[in-house]
């Protein structure tokens, strides 16, 4: 007989009973065969060879740390607005940069996952709606630049107006309103996009949270964004930052909720199980912390900090989590089956029969 490598992924097989023993000699309950014993065992679910349905997505911790800077830059570029908006220059200045800062990081980690940074330009070739990921390049393009230009003027304050500008300051001093502006127009549609991509896969516990995962991941960027405000600005510019945060853990509690209830029970389980379980379940804990910090910290820098800082690992956690979640739902062949299954049965049950779906066709 021959053996090759896929064997080592094949089930045991049960053993033979032997030609011209006794009819009792297969038995291993130690039974005198007045009991019937079955001939086929209790079916237990698998896939061909134990191996998982779908492919797990070749993403690690430089996305996950991508998904959460995408929050932090889209959230801080509206506080830098509202700071804008609303005469408070130290809010303005700190969001700005803290957009900047947190838009490069993750412009970086974005392009180690991808491996080569011309494979980013690549993908600004073409512009295709049905692609997420075509769509959250432009938006990420877009939204970089507004956010550098209104940094740039933020950094030429700092620095006295000394940056060699000579007559292009005039112009950034013109143009860094609207570029603010503009930032704030795709900071929404940046903190989303992400959720569509992951939504839009074939990974189960992703593409059974697609209707409502955008939600989690826009309240979860809120939370960053303000918990990053309220540590770097004083506590006399910082409402917006507090109501912000304040909005934001309400947001993020409801939308989780509202989420794993109209997901797949089975799909949902990767969010409560192994690491990814224990990172939401905290990120859960530090929200609430967080959010009641904010309301009870009144005039305390110290307390605001600490708060912000919670809010921040929060959200931090939620990505790493949800991330983590996906890639255990996709290694158990289970978590795909299963629901395909009850949806299925579902359509059946509700009379649709002539589809694709329900005739395998």
Same mark, same amino acid.
């Given at each position: 007989?021959? #053996?090759?490598?896929?064997?080592? !992924?094949?089930?045991? %097989?049960?053993?033979?009973?032997?030609?011209?023993?006794?009819?009792?000699?297969? *038995?291993?309950? @130690?039974?005198?065969?007045?009991?019937?014993?079955?001939?086929?065992?209790?079916?237990?679910?698998?896939?061909?060879?134990?191996?998982?349905?779908?492919?797990?997505?070749?993403?690690?911790?430089?996305?996950?740390?991508?998904?959460?800077?995408?929050?932090?830059?889209?959230?801080?570029?509206?506080?830098?607005?509202?700071?804008?908006?609303?005469?408070?220059?130290?809010?303005?200045?700190?969001?700005?940069?803290?957009?900047?800062?947190?838009?490069?990081?993750?412009?970086?980690?974005?392009?180690?996952?991808? $491996?080569?940074?011309?494979?980013?330009?690549?993908?600004?070739?073409?512009?295709?709606?049905?692609?997420?990921?075509?769509?959250?390049?432009?938006?990420?393009?877009? !939204?970089?630049?507004?956010?550098?230009? +209104?940094?740039?003027?933020?950094?030429?304050?700092?620095?006295?107006?000394?940056? &060699?500008?000579?007559?292009?300051?005039?112009?950034?001093?013109?143009? =860094?309103? &609207?570029?603010?502006?503009?930032?704030?127009?795709?900071?929404?549609?940046?903190?989303?996009?992400?959720?569509?991509?992951?939504?839009?896969?074939?990974?189960?516990?992703?593409?059974?949270? #697609? =209707?409502?995962? &955008?939600?989690?991941?826009?309240?979860?960027?809120?939370?960053?964004?303000?918990?990053?405000?309220?540590?770097?600005?004083?506590?006399?510019?910082?409402?917006?930052?507090?109501?912000?945060?304040?909005?934001?853990?309400? /947001?993020?509690?409801?939308?989780? *909720?509202?989420?794993? #209830?109209?997901?797949?029970?089975?799909?949902?389980?990767?969010?409560?199980?192994?690491?990814?379980?224990?990172?939401?379940?905290?990120?859960?804990?530090?929200?609430?912390? $967080?959010?009641?910090?904010?309301?009870?910290? @009144?005039?305390?820098?110290?307390?605001?900090?600490?708060? $912000?800082?919670?809010?921040?690992?929060?959200?931090?956690?939620?990505?790493? $989590?949800?991330? =983590?979640? /996906?890639?255990? +739902?996709?290694?158990?062949?289970?978590?795909?089956? =299963? &629901? %395909?299954?009850?949806?299925?049965?579902?359509?059946?049950?509700?009379?649709?029969?002539?589809? +694709?779906?329900?005739?395998?066709?």
């Amino acid at each position: 007989m021959t #053996h090759s490598d896929f064997d080592t !992924f094949r089930p045991p %097989q049960p053993t033979r009973r032997a030609r011209g023993g006794r009819r009792d000699a297969g *038995r291993r309950d @130690g039974g005198d065969g007045s009991r019937e014993i079955p001939m086929v065992p209790e079916p237990e679910f698998t896939s061909y060879y134990g191996r998982p349905v779908v492919k797990p997505a070749p993403w690690g911790d430089d996305v996950a740390a991508y998904l959460f800077l995408g929050g932090v830059a889209g959230g801080s570029a509206l506080l830098g607005l509202g700071g804008q908006l609303t005469g408070r220059p130290a809010l303005r200045r700190n969001a700005r940069l803290s957009a900047l800062a947190a838009v490069g990081l993750g412009a970086a980690a974005l392009v180690k996952d991808l $491996g080569r940074p011309e494979r980013f330009l690549n993908m600004l070739r073409t512009f295709k709606l049905t692609s997420p990921m075509s769509v959250g390049s432009w938006i990420l393009s877009a !939204f970089s630049v507004g956010t550098a230009v +209104s940094a740039a003027a933020e950094i030429d304050r700092l620095s006295g107006s000394r940056l &060699p500008l000579g007559p292009l300051r005039p112009v950034l001093r013109a143009v =860094e309103g &609207p570029a603010g502006v503009e930032a704030a127009l795709f900071a929404g549609p940046l903190a989303a996009y992400t959720a569509v991509l992951l939504g839009d896969t074939a990974t189960p516990t992703w593409n059974a949270a #697609h =209707e409502d995962l &955008p939600f989690v991941f826009v309240s979860s960027a809120t939370l960053a964004a303000s918990g990053l405000a309220m540590i770097t600005t004083p506590v006399h510019e910082a409402g917006p930052a507090r109501t912000l945060a304040a909005l934001g853990v309400a /947001g993020d509690l409801v939308a989780t *909720r509202v989420m794993e #209830h109209r997901m797949d029970p089975v799909a949902a389980e990767p969010l409560h199980r192994g690491r990814a379980g224990v990172m939401l379940k905290w990120s859960e804990r530090l929200a609430v912390a $967080g959010g009641l910090g904010t309301l009870l910290a @009144g005039r305390s820098r110290a307390a605001a900090a600490a708060s $912000g800082l919670a809010l921040l690992a929060a959200s931090a956690l939620t990505r790493f $989590g949800f991330l =983590e979640a /996906g890639l255990s +739902s996709a290694e158990d062949p289970r978590y795909t089956i =299963e &629901p %395909q299954k009850r949806r299925l049965a579902a359509r059946r049950s509700a009379g649709v029969t002539d589809d +694709s779906i329900t005739t395998a066709r």
